[in-house]
Protein backbone atom coordinates (compact mmCIF):
# COMPACT_ATOMS: atom_id res chain seq x y z
CA UNK A 1 0.00 0.00 0.00
CA UNK A 2 2.96 2.32 0.88
CA UNK A 3 4.37 1.84 -2.39
CA UNK A 4 0.77 2.52 -3.88
CA UNK A 5 0.68 5.76 -2.32
CA UNK A 6 4.31 6.84 -3.63
CA UNK A 7 3.60 6.62 -6.90
CA UNK A 8 0.32 8.72 -6.63
CA UNK A 9 1.92 11.70 -4.30
CA UNK A 10 0.48 10.98 -1.73
CA UNK A 11 3.10 11.35 0.23
CA UNK A 12 1.14 11.06 3.94
CA UNK A 13 -1.11 7.90 3.00
CA UNK A 14 2.21 5.99 2.31
CA UNK A 15 3.97 7.38 5.49
CA UNK A 16 1.27 6.20 7.19
CA UNK A 17 0.68 2.40 6.08
CA UNK A 18 4.60 2.09 6.47
CA UNK A 19 4.69 2.76 9.82
CA UNK A 20 1.68 0.37 9.95
CA UNK A 21 4.15 -2.00 8.71
CA UNK A 22 6.52 -1.15 10.58
CA UNK A 23 4.67 -2.68 13.43
CA UNK A 24 4.42 -5.91 12.02
CA UNK A 25 8.61 -5.94 10.91
CA UNK A 26 10.44 -3.61 13.42
CA UNK A 27 13.54 -4.68 11.48
CA UNK A 28 12.97 -3.84 8.03
CA UNK A 29 15.62 -2.14 6.57
CA UNK A 30 13.56 -0.85 3.66
CA UNK A 31 10.85 0.45 6.02
CA UNK A 32 12.88 2.65 7.97
CA UNK A 33 14.71 3.98 5.26
CA UNK A 34 11.22 4.89 2.98
CA UNK A 35 9.75 6.28 6.57
CA UNK A 36 13.01 8.29 7.18
CA UNK A 37 13.07 9.64 3.56
CA UNK A 38 9.39 10.49 3.22
CA UNK A 39 9.66 11.97 7.03
CA UNK A 40 12.69 14.44 5.23
CA UNK A 41 9.88 15.25 2.09
CA UNK A 42 7.65 16.10 4.65
CA UNK A 43 9.86 18.33 6.99
CA UNK A 44 9.84 16.19 9.78
CA UNK A 45 13.49 16.03 10.00
CA UNK A 46 13.60 15.07 13.47
CA UNK A 47 11.77 11.97 12.47
CA UNK A 48 13.61 11.16 9.48
CA UNK A 49 16.38 10.85 11.47
CA UNK A 50 15.30 9.05 14.13
CA UNK A 51 14.30 6.12 11.51
CA UNK A 52 17.68 6.62 9.51
CA UNK A 53 19.30 6.09 12.98
CA UNK A 54 17.63 3.11 13.76
CA UNK A 55 18.28 1.63 10.43
CA UNK A 56 21.71 2.17 10.29
CA UNK A 57 22.05 0.32 13.56
CA UNK A 58 20.79 -2.38 11.71
CA UNK A 59 23.21 -2.10 8.81
CA UNK A 60 25.67 0.19 9.53
CA UNK A 61 27.23 0.20 6.00
CA UNK A 62 24.70 0.13 3.99
CA UNK A 63 24.90 2.90 1.44
CA UNK A 64 21.21 4.20 0.83
CA UNK A 65 21.21 4.75 4.77
CA UNK A 66 24.07 6.32 4.92
CA UNK A 67 23.63 8.84 2.24
CA UNK A 68 20.27 9.48 3.56
CA UNK A 69 21.43 10.40 7.18
CA UNK A 70 24.57 12.58 5.13
CA UNK A 71 21.63 14.60 3.48
CA UNK A 72 19.56 14.66 7.04
CA UNK A 73 22.34 16.33 8.50
CA UNK A 74 23.26 18.76 5.88
CA UNK A 75 19.42 19.60 5.97
CA UNK A 76 19.89 20.04 9.72
CA UNK A 77 23.05 22.32 9.01
CA UNK A 78 25.63 19.22 10.72
CA UNK A 79 28.06 19.94 8.46
CA UNK A 80 31.04 18.26 10.56
CA UNK A 81 28.62 15.31 10.50
CA UNK A 82 27.88 15.15 7.12
CA UNK A 83 31.54 15.00 6.12
CA UNK A 84 31.92 12.09 8.26
CA UNK A 85 28.85 10.39 7.25
CA UNK A 86 30.49 10.69 3.17
CA UNK A 87 33.72 9.58 4.05
CA UNK A 88 32.33 6.63 5.83
CA UNK A 89 30.61 5.90 2.09
CA UNK A 90 33.64 6.78 0.44
CA UNK A 91 35.51 3.99 2.86
CA UNK A 92 33.00 1.50 2.16
CA UNK A 93 32.51 2.02 -1.52
CA UNK A 94 35.44 4.39 -2.82
CA UNK A 95 34.24 4.52 -6.15
CA UNK A 96 30.44 5.82 -5.49
CA UNK A 97 30.99 9.40 -7.40
CA UNK A 98 27.93 11.02 -5.41
CA UNK A 99 29.53 10.88 -1.74
CA UNK A 100 32.42 12.60 -3.47
CA UNK A 101 30.29 15.06 -4.62
CA UNK A 102 28.22 15.51 -1.91
CA UNK A 103 31.32 16.31 0.36
CA UNK A 104 32.51 18.66 -1.99
CA UNK A 105 29.38 20.28 -2.05
CA UNK A 106 29.72 21.05 1.94
CA UNK A 107 33.36 22.31 1.82
CA UNK A 108 32.17 24.92 -0.49
CA UNK A 109 29.57 26.00 1.51
CA UNK A 110 32.09 26.32 4.01
CA UNK A 111 33.95 28.34 1.36
CA UNK A 112 36.67 26.03 0.96
CA UNK A 113 36.93 26.03 -2.84
CA UNK A 114 40.17 24.75 -3.07
CA UNK A 115 39.78 21.31 -1.83
CA UNK A 116 35.28 20.97 -3.02
CA UNK A 117 37.23 21.22 -6.37
CA UNK A 118 39.92 18.77 -5.90
CA UNK A 119 37.31 16.32 -4.20
CA UNK A 120 34.65 17.04 -7.58
CA UNK A 121 37.60 16.58 -9.89
CA UNK A 122 38.07 13.06 -8.13
CA UNK A 123 34.38 12.23 -8.39
CA UNK A 124 35.10 13.52 -12.41
CA UNK A 125 38.12 10.90 -12.60
CA UNK A 126 35.79 7.70 -11.39
CA UNK A 127 33.32 8.44 -14.83
CA UNK A 128 34.69 11.25 -17.22
CA UNK A 129 31.38 10.80 -19.07
CA UNK A 130 29.36 11.82 -16.41
CA UNK A 131 27.97 15.13 -16.21
CA UNK A 132 27.05 15.83 -12.72
CA UNK A 133 30.93 16.07 -11.73
CA UNK A 134 31.21 19.23 -14.00
CA UNK A 135 28.10 20.78 -13.21
CA UNK A 136 29.29 20.52 -9.16
CA UNK A 137 32.43 22.46 -10.60
CA UNK A 138 30.14 24.46 -11.91
CA UNK A 139 28.98 25.45 -9.03
CA UNK A 140 31.98 25.33 -6.79
CA UNK A 141 33.43 27.76 -9.33
CA UNK A 142 30.50 30.40 -9.12
CA UNK A 143 30.10 29.99 -5.45
CA UNK A 144 34.03 31.06 -5.66
CA UNK A 145 33.21 34.09 -7.30
CA UNK A 146 34.37 33.09 -10.25
CA UNK A 147 31.54 32.96 -13.24
CA UNK A 148 33.55 32.35 -16.43
CA UNK A 149 34.93 29.31 -15.37
CA UNK A 150 31.44 27.99 -13.94
CA UNK A 151 30.06 28.57 -17.30
CA UNK A 152 32.59 26.70 -18.68
CA UNK A 153 31.72 23.97 -16.28
CA UNK A 154 28.36 24.05 -16.80
CA UNK A 155 28.99 23.85 -20.82
CA UNK A 156 30.92 20.77 -19.87
CA UNK A 157 28.15 19.34 -18.29
CA UNK A 158 25.67 19.99 -21.27
CA UNK A 159 27.73 18.63 -23.77
CA UNK A 160 28.10 15.74 -21.50
CA UNK A 161 24.01 15.39 -21.32
CA UNK A 162 22.79 18.06 -23.76
CA UNK A 163 19.23 17.59 -22.58
CA UNK A 164 19.06 18.47 -19.00
CA UNK A 165 17.18 21.32 -18.44
CA UNK A 166 18.73 22.08 -15.19
CA UNK A 167 22.07 22.38 -16.37
CA UNK A 168 20.79 24.49 -19.29
CA UNK A 169 19.13 26.87 -16.43
CA UNK A 170 22.13 27.61 -14.70
CA UNK A 171 23.90 28.63 -17.83
CA UNK A 172 21.06 31.09 -18.56
CA UNK A 173 21.04 32.17 -15.04
CA UNK A 174 24.34 33.01 -15.59
CA UNK A 175 24.48 34.96 -18.82
CA UNK A 176 21.04 36.85 -17.20
CA UNK A 177 23.57 37.73 -14.06
CA UNK A 178 26.24 39.04 -16.67
CA UNK A 179 24.45 41.32 -18.22
CA UNK A 180 23.69 38.93 -21.39
CA UNK A 181 20.56 38.75 -21.89
CA UNK A 182 20.19 37.97 -25.72
CA UNK A 183 22.24 34.94 -24.52
CA UNK A 184 20.09 33.84 -21.88
CA UNK A 185 16.90 34.26 -23.84
CA UNK A 186 18.55 32.08 -26.60
CA UNK A 187 18.97 29.09 -24.02
CA UNK A 188 15.59 29.51 -22.75
CA UNK A 189 14.20 29.56 -26.27
CA UNK A 190 16.50 26.55 -27.06
CA UNK A 191 14.63 24.71 -23.37
CA UNK A 192 11.27 25.15 -24.98
CA UNK A 193 11.31 25.05 -28.45
CA UNK A 194 13.77 21.69 -27.96
CA UNK A 195 13.93 20.12 -24.73
CA UNK A 196 10.99 20.73 -22.52
CA UNK A 197 8.51 22.26 -24.43
CA UNK A 198 6.01 23.23 -21.01
CA UNK A 199 8.95 23.72 -19.15
CA UNK A 200 7.42 26.48 -16.29
CA UNK A 201 10.72 28.10 -15.38
CA UNK A 202 12.26 28.81 -18.34
CA UNK A 203 8.74 30.35 -19.53
CA UNK A 204 8.98 32.26 -16.84
CA UNK A 205 12.46 33.38 -17.28
CA UNK A 206 11.98 33.78 -21.06
CA UNK A 207 8.72 36.06 -20.61
CA UNK A 208 10.42 38.33 -17.70
CA UNK A 209 13.69 38.82 -20.02
CA UNK A 210 11.11 39.67 -23.72
CA UNK A 211 9.45 42.48 -21.28
CA UNK A 212 12.34 43.86 -20.48
CA UNK A 213 13.73 44.23 -23.69
CA UNK A 214 10.66 45.52 -24.59
CA UNK A 215 10.44 42.81 -27.41
CA UNK A 216 6.61 43.25 -27.12
CA UNK A 217 4.87 40.90 -29.85
CA UNK A 218 6.80 38.08 -28.57
CA UNK A 219 5.87 38.40 -25.20
CA UNK A 220 2.69 38.54 -25.52
CA UNK A 221 2.97 35.30 -27.80
CA UNK A 222 4.53 33.42 -25.03
CA UNK A 223 2.12 34.65 -22.65
CA UNK A 224 -0.88 33.16 -25.04
CA UNK A 225 0.70 29.56 -24.73
CA UNK A 226 1.52 29.95 -21.28
CA UNK A 227 -1.85 31.25 -20.47
CA UNK A 228 -3.80 28.18 -22.12
CA UNK A 229 -0.95 25.63 -19.72
CA UNK A 230 -2.53 27.61 -16.77
CA UNK A 231 -5.47 28.82 -17.46
CA UNK A 232 -6.27 29.50 -13.60
CA UNK A 233 -3.43 31.94 -13.59
CA UNK A 234 -4.97 35.36 -13.46
CA UNK A 235 -1.33 36.88 -12.98
CA UNK A 236 -0.24 35.68 -16.84
CA UNK A 237 -3.55 37.49 -18.34
CA UNK A 238 -2.55 40.68 -16.56
CA UNK A 239 1.12 41.12 -17.66
CA UNK A 240 -0.51 40.73 -21.27
CA UNK A 241 -2.87 43.81 -20.21
CA UNK A 242 0.43 45.71 -18.90
CA UNK A 243 1.97 45.52 -22.43
CA UNK A 244 -0.72 45.93 -24.15
CA UNK A 245 -1.35 49.29 -22.46
CA UNK A 246 2.54 50.09 -22.98
CA UNK A 247 2.32 49.90 -26.29
CA UNK A 248 -1.24 51.86 -26.11
CA UNK A 249 -3.17 49.46 -27.80
CA UNK A 250 -5.62 50.26 -24.97
CA UNK A 251 -8.96 48.56 -26.41
CA UNK A 252 -7.24 45.11 -26.97
CA UNK A 253 -5.91 45.88 -23.49
CA UNK A 254 -9.57 46.17 -22.06
CA UNK A 255 -10.35 42.89 -23.90
CA UNK A 256 -7.79 41.08 -21.95
CA UNK A 257 -8.79 42.45 -18.69
CA UNK A 258 -12.70 41.95 -18.62
CA UNK A 259 -12.94 38.35 -18.60
CA UNK A 260 -10.37 38.44 -15.36
CA UNK A 261 -12.23 40.99 -13.52
CA UNK A 262 -15.22 38.13 -14.53
CA UNK A 263 -12.98 36.02 -12.81
CA UNK A 264 -11.97 38.02 -10.05
CA UNK A 265 -14.44 40.35 -9.28
CA UNK A 266 -13.56 41.19 -5.66
CA UNK A 267 -10.33 41.94 -6.72
CA UNK A 268 -11.47 45.81 -6.55
CA UNK A 269 -7.86 47.20 -8.07
CA UNK A 270 -8.37 45.62 -11.32
CA UNK A 271 -11.89 47.86 -11.62
CA UNK A 272 -9.54 50.34 -10.98
CA UNK A 273 -6.99 49.24 -13.77
CA UNK A 274 -10.07 48.85 -15.99
CA UNK A 275 -11.29 52.59 -15.45
CA UNK A 276 -7.89 53.65 -16.24
CA UNK A 277 -7.50 51.96 -19.32
CA UNK A 278 -11.02 53.35 -20.10
CA UNK A 279 -9.34 56.63 -19.88
CA UNK A 280 -6.73 56.03 -22.07
CA UNK A 281 -8.74 55.06 -24.64
CA UNK A 282 -10.90 58.24 -24.01
CA UNK A 283 -14.24 55.92 -23.54
CA UNK A 284 -14.68 58.78 -20.40
CA UNK A 285 -18.12 57.59 -19.76
CA UNK A 286 -17.20 54.29 -19.12
CA UNK A 287 -14.24 55.26 -17.15
CA UNK A 288 -16.36 57.68 -15.19
CA UNK A 289 -19.34 54.93 -14.37
CA UNK A 290 -16.44 52.01 -13.67
CA UNK A 291 -15.15 54.54 -10.76
CA UNK A 292 -18.34 55.37 -9.75
CA UNK A 293 -19.03 51.76 -8.62
CA UNK A 294 -15.73 51.89 -6.67
CA UNK A 295 -16.56 54.86 -4.71
CA UNK A 296 -18.07 52.70 -1.85
CA UNK A 297 -15.20 50.96 -0.90
CA UNK A 298 -12.15 51.77 1.28
CA UNK A 299 -10.12 53.67 -1.04
CA UNK A 300 -13.01 56.29 -2.23
CA UNK A 301 -10.48 58.95 -1.14
CA UNK A 302 -8.34 57.79 -4.40
CA UNK A 303 -11.06 57.11 -6.37
CA UNK A 304 -12.49 60.92 -5.87
CA UNK A 305 -9.08 62.07 -6.71
CA UNK A 306 -8.76 59.96 -9.68
CA UNK A 307 -12.49 60.73 -10.91
CA UNK A 308 -11.26 64.80 -10.56
CA UNK A 309 -8.95 64.38 -12.48
CA UNK A 310 -10.35 62.87 -14.69
CA UNK A 311 -12.92 65.70 -14.76
CA UNK A 312 -10.21 68.25 -15.49
CA UNK A 313 -7.40 67.45 -17.62
CA UNK A 314 -9.63 65.24 -20.01
CA UNK A 315 -13.26 66.35 -20.06
CA UNK A 316 -12.50 70.40 -18.56
CA UNK A 317 -15.02 70.25 -16.66
CA UNK A 318 -13.81 72.55 -13.38
CA UNK A 319 -16.74 72.25 -11.75
CA UNK A 320 -16.89 68.52 -11.48
CA UNK A 321 -13.28 68.38 -11.10
CA UNK A 322 -13.57 70.57 -7.63
CA UNK A 323 -16.41 69.19 -6.50
CA UNK A 324 -14.55 66.15 -6.35
CA UNK A 325 -11.87 67.35 -4.47
CA UNK A 326 -14.47 68.64 -2.01
CA UNK A 327 -15.84 65.12 -1.86
CA UNK A 328 -11.60 63.87 -1.05
CA UNK A 329 -11.35 66.39 1.52
CA UNK A 330 -14.88 65.58 2.92
CA UNK A 331 -13.99 61.68 3.09
CA UNK A 332 -10.68 62.13 4.96
CA UNK A 333 -9.43 65.38 5.78
CA UNK A 334 -6.50 64.05 7.47
CA UNK A 335 -4.74 63.46 4.17
CA UNK A 336 -3.18 66.23 1.68
CA UNK A 337 -3.97 65.25 -1.74
CA UNK A 338 -6.88 66.47 -2.05
CA UNK A 339 -6.00 70.47 -1.15
CA UNK A 340 -3.20 69.92 -3.56
CA UNK A 341 -5.20 68.65 -6.12
CA UNK A 342 -7.79 71.65 -5.67
CA UNK A 343 -5.55 74.21 -4.46
CA UNK A 344 -4.03 73.54 -8.34
CA UNK A 345 -7.22 73.95 -9.81
CA UNK A 346 -8.11 77.09 -8.38
CA UNK A 347 -4.38 78.61 -9.30
CA UNK A 348 -4.82 77.77 -12.58
CA UNK A 349 -8.25 79.07 -12.85
CA UNK A 350 -6.52 82.18 -11.00
CA UNK A 351 -8.83 82.15 -8.48
CA UNK A 352 -5.86 82.80 -6.27
CA UNK A 353 -7.40 84.24 -2.79
CA UNK A 354 -9.04 80.93 -2.60
CA UNK A 355 -6.56 78.55 -3.53
CA UNK A 356 -4.30 80.17 -0.55
CA UNK A 357 -7.41 79.19 1.29
CA UNK A 358 -7.92 75.76 0.84
CA UNK A 359 -3.97 75.39 0.97
CA UNK A 360 -3.78 76.77 4.20
CA UNK A 361 -6.59 75.02 5.44
CA UNK A 362 -4.40 71.35 4.19
CA UNK A 363 -1.02 72.85 6.58
CA UNK A 364 -3.48 72.98 9.64
CA UNK A 365 -4.34 69.34 9.11
CA UNK A 366 -1.51 68.27 7.74
CA UNK A 367 1.53 71.00 8.54
CA UNK A 368 4.70 68.73 7.78
CA UNK A 369 3.36 67.67 3.82
CA UNK A 370 6.22 69.55 2.28
CA UNK A 371 4.00 69.90 -1.59
CA UNK A 372 1.24 72.23 0.29
CA UNK A 373 3.71 74.55 1.25
CA UNK A 374 5.44 74.46 -1.80
CA UNK A 375 2.16 75.42 -3.73
CA UNK A 376 0.80 77.94 -1.04
CA UNK A 377 4.39 79.52 -1.70
CA UNK A 378 3.97 79.46 -5.80
CA UNK A 379 0.43 80.70 -5.21
CA UNK A 380 2.04 83.86 -2.67
CA UNK A 381 3.74 84.86 -5.84
CA UNK A 382 0.60 85.15 -7.83
CA UNK A 383 -0.58 87.52 -5.07
CA UNK A 384 3.03 89.55 -5.03
CA UNK A 385 3.46 88.11 -1.59
CA UNK A 386 6.99 88.06 -1.80
CA UNK A 387 7.97 87.05 2.19
CA UNK A 388 5.26 84.54 2.27
CA UNK A 389 6.68 83.05 -0.89
CA UNK A 390 10.02 82.83 0.48
CA UNK A 391 8.83 81.77 3.35
CA UNK A 392 6.76 78.73 2.25
CA UNK A 393 9.28 77.69 -0.23
CA UNK A 394 12.13 77.49 2.68
CA UNK A 395 9.29 75.60 4.54
CA UNK A 396 9.44 73.07 2.43
CA UNK A 397 13.09 72.95 1.76
CA UNK A 398 13.19 72.16 5.46
CA UNK A 399 10.48 69.78 5.51
CA UNK A 400 12.13 67.95 2.43
CA UNK A 401 15.81 69.18 1.88
CA UNK A 402 15.53 67.66 -1.61
CA UNK A 403 12.48 68.91 -2.67
CA UNK A 404 13.49 69.81 -5.83
CA UNK A 405 10.89 71.70 -7.51
CA UNK A 406 11.16 74.40 -4.70
CA UNK A 407 14.66 74.81 -4.50
CA UNK A 408 14.85 75.45 -8.05
CA UNK A 409 11.47 78.17 -7.96
CA UNK A 410 12.65 79.80 -4.68
CA UNK A 411 16.41 80.15 -6.41
CA UNK A 412 14.99 81.22 -10.03
CA UNK A 413 12.72 83.85 -8.14
CA UNK A 414 15.45 85.62 -6.84
CA UNK A 415 17.08 85.22 -9.78
CA UNK A 416 14.62 86.69 -10.99
CA UNK A 417 14.68 89.72 -8.50
CA UNK A 418 18.90 90.21 -8.97
CA UNK A 419 18.56 89.63 -5.22
CA UNK A 420 20.95 86.53 -3.35
CA UNK A 421 22.34 85.15 -6.73
CA UNK A 422 25.04 83.11 -5.19
CA UNK A 423 22.21 81.46 -2.83
CA UNK A 424 20.05 81.02 -5.91
CA UNK A 425 22.90 79.22 -7.59
CA UNK A 426 23.54 77.27 -4.90
CA UNK A 427 19.68 76.24 -4.94
CA UNK A 428 19.14 75.58 -8.24
CA UNK A 429 22.26 73.35 -8.80
CA UNK A 430 20.72 71.06 -5.58
CA UNK A 431 17.38 70.76 -7.86
CA UNK A 432 19.46 69.35 -10.62
CA UNK A 433 21.66 67.09 -8.16
CA UNK A 434 18.05 65.58 -8.12
CA UNK A 435 17.28 66.23 -11.41
CA UNK A 436 20.27 66.89 -13.63
CA UNK A 437 18.39 66.26 -16.94
CA UNK A 438 15.27 68.49 -16.31
CA UNK A 439 15.70 71.37 -18.84
CA UNK A 440 13.68 73.83 -16.73
CA UNK A 441 16.35 73.82 -13.52
CA UNK A 442 18.85 73.56 -16.50
CA UNK A 443 17.74 77.36 -17.69
CA UNK A 444 17.46 78.76 -14.18
CA UNK A 445 20.63 78.16 -13.77
CA UNK A 446 21.24 79.31 -17.12
CA UNK A 447 19.62 82.50 -15.91
CA UNK A 448 21.63 82.76 -13.14
CA UNK A 449 24.88 82.94 -14.69
CA UNK A 450 23.57 85.83 -17.14
CA UNK A 451 22.23 87.47 -14.09
CA UNK A 452 25.90 87.50 -12.53
CA UNK A 453 27.81 88.48 -15.70
CA UNK A 454 29.00 84.83 -16.42
CA UNK A 455 27.93 85.14 -19.96
CA UNK A 456 29.91 81.91 -21.90
CA UNK A 457 28.76 80.27 -18.83
CA UNK A 458 25.31 81.26 -19.37
CA UNK A 459 25.28 80.13 -22.84
CA UNK A 460 26.41 76.99 -22.78
CA UNK A 461 23.98 76.06 -19.84
CA UNK A 462 20.47 77.21 -22.20
CA UNK A 463 22.15 75.69 -25.24
CA UNK A 464 21.73 72.35 -22.83
CA UNK A 465 18.23 73.45 -21.52
CA UNK A 466 17.41 73.83 -25.05
CA UNK A 467 18.27 70.74 -26.71
CA UNK A 468 16.08 69.24 -22.85
CA UNK A 469 13.36 71.10 -23.97
CA UNK A 470 13.53 72.15 -27.24
CA UNK A 471 9.52 73.29 -27.53
CA UNK A 472 9.98 75.59 -23.88
CA UNK A 473 9.62 78.98 -25.16
CA UNK A 474 11.37 80.58 -21.86
CA UNK A 475 14.33 78.61 -22.27
CA UNK A 476 14.65 80.50 -26.08
CA UNK A 477 13.58 83.85 -24.58
CA UNK A 478 16.54 83.42 -22.16
CA UNK A 479 19.05 82.25 -24.72
CA UNK A 480 18.55 85.45 -27.21
CA UNK A 481 18.75 87.36 -24.25
CA UNK A 482 22.35 85.65 -23.75
CA UNK A 483 23.45 85.93 -27.45
CA UNK A 484 22.04 89.48 -27.30
CA UNK A 485 24.41 90.25 -24.77
CA UNK A 486 27.40 88.37 -26.35
CA UNK A 487 27.02 90.74 -29.84
CA UNK A 488 25.46 87.57 -31.45
CA UNK A 489 23.07 89.41 -33.00
CA UNK A 490 21.66 86.64 -35.83
CA UNK A 491 21.60 83.86 -33.13
CA UNK A 492 19.49 85.97 -30.60
CA UNK A 493 17.05 86.87 -33.57
CA UNK A 494 16.29 83.08 -34.79
CA UNK A 495 16.72 82.40 -30.53
CA UNK A 496 13.53 84.68 -30.00
CA UNK A 497 11.52 84.02 -33.28
CA UNK A 498 11.48 80.33 -31.96
CA UNK A 499 10.24 81.77 -28.53
CA UNK A 500 7.70 83.71 -30.31
CA UNK A 501 6.58 80.97 -32.14
CA UNK A 502 6.31 78.47 -29.37
CA UNK A 503 4.10 81.65 -27.51
CA UNK A 504 2.59 84.02 -30.42
CA UNK A 505 0.74 85.50 -26.63
CA UNK A 506 4.28 86.38 -25.28
CA UNK A 507 3.68 90.26 -26.41
CA UNK A 508 6.87 91.83 -23.90
CA UNK A 509 9.24 89.71 -26.15
CA UNK A 510 7.41 91.02 -29.31
CA UNK A 511 8.49 94.78 -27.77
CA UNK A 512 11.84 93.58 -26.95
CA UNK A 513 12.23 92.37 -30.22
CA UNK A 514 11.47 95.79 -32.19
CA UNK A 515 13.96 97.25 -29.01
CA UNK A 516 16.67 95.01 -30.30
CA UNK A 517 15.92 96.85 -33.80
CA UNK A 518 15.12 93.79 -35.57
CA UNK A 519 12.56 93.23 -38.40
CA UNK A 520 8.81 93.06 -37.30
CA UNK A 521 8.75 89.43 -35.54
CA UNK A 522 5.51 88.40 -37.73
CA UNK A 523 7.02 89.68 -40.64
CA UNK A 524 7.03 87.06 -44.06
CA UNK A 525 10.61 86.84 -43.79
CA UNK A 526 10.90 85.22 -40.00
CA UNK A 527 7.59 83.38 -39.92
CA UNK A 528 9.56 81.35 -43.33
CA UNK A 529 12.37 81.40 -41.17
CA UNK A 530 10.57 79.68 -38.19
CA UNK A 531 8.39 77.42 -40.91
CA UNK A 532 9.95 74.11 -39.19
CA UNK A 533 9.50 74.73 -35.89
CA UNK A 534 6.26 73.18 -34.03
CA UNK A 535 3.19 74.73 -32.70
CA UNK A 536 2.31 75.27 -29.36
CA UNK A 537 -1.72 75.22 -28.75
CA UNK A 538 -1.29 76.32 -24.79
CA UNK A 539 0.44 79.02 -22.80
CA UNK A 540 3.59 78.06 -22.00
CA UNK A 541 3.99 76.59 -18.71
CA UNK A 542 7.40 76.23 -16.37
CA UNK A 543 7.38 74.60 -13.12
CA UNK A 544 9.51 77.10 -11.33
CA UNK A 545 7.15 80.00 -12.20
CA UNK A 546 3.69 78.43 -12.40
CA UNK A 547 1.51 75.55 -11.73
CA UNK A 548 1.07 72.09 -13.77
Known amino acids: MGLQHEETNEAASALKAYLSALNEDP ?4 LLNRIASISMGLGKLDAALFYAEAARKIAPDDIKTLHLIGGIFVTFGKREDAKEIYKQIIKVEPKNPEAYLKLAGIYSLEKNFEKAEAIAKQAIALDPTAPLGYYYLGKIAIENNMPQKGLAYFLDAVTRNPRNVHFHLEIAALYEAQGKSDEARKVHRHILDAIDPGNREATVKLISLLIRNKSWDEALTELDHFAKAEPLNLHIPLQSVSILAEKKEYAHAIEKLLPVIDA ?12 FLYEENKEYDKAIATYQTLLAGEHSYDIRLRLGALYYYKLNNTEEALAQGALAK ?13 GRILHNLKRYEEAAQTLLEGIDKCESHPDLHFYLGATYDKLSRFEDLVKEM ?3 IQISANHADALNYLGYTFVEKGIRLDDAVVMIKRALTVR ?35 EDPVIHEHLGEVYLKANERDLAREAWIQALRLDPKNEKLAVRFREAHFEDPLSESHQKTAIDLPEHPTEPQKINKTLH
Open 394 to 396: ETA
Open 264 to 275: APEERQLQGYLA
Open 330 to 342: GSNPQKPHAYIFT
Open 27 to 30: HSLF
Open 436 to 470: PDDGSFVDSLGWAFYKKGMIQDALTTLKRAVSLAP
